[in-house]
């Protein structure tokens, strides 16, 4: 399994963050390691789509940040956030990206 870096302020918040990706041949997972007053934490994480050619794209520099799209809004429970991230579907198209 290789492992991967990059550093991107992915919460604009004018600091950057890692994104640390590691992957199979297959698949990558990636993440979101934010700096804290007790050292670098876990904040989020990526799950790579079903596509081939992604972690190349990634490796590549082919990705651009992007602002989140509308959506559901979060729901506030006894202090915490609750996000409804959409749903996978496994019949999405790998738009851009030719399989082999």
């Not at 004018?14 to 992957?23: E, F, K, M, W």
């Not at 990636?30 to 670098?40: F, Y």
């Amino acid at each position: 399994m290789s492992c991967d870096a990059w550093f991107l302020d992915l919460d604009h918040d004018g600091a950057n963050q890692i994104l640390l990706v590691y992957a199979t041949d297959a698949r990558w997972w990636a993440a979101v390691m934010k700096q804290s007053e007790q050292g670098w934490t876990a904040a989020a994480s990526f799950a790579s789509p079903s596509c081939r050619g992604t972690l190349a794209s990634l490796r590549s520099g082919r990705f651009a940040l992007a602002d989140p799209l509308p959506g559901w809004r979060d729901l506030l429970v006894s202090g915490m956030r609750l996000s409804a991230p959409p749903a996978q579907t496994a019949e999405l198209p790998c738009p851009g990206l030719t399989s082999r």
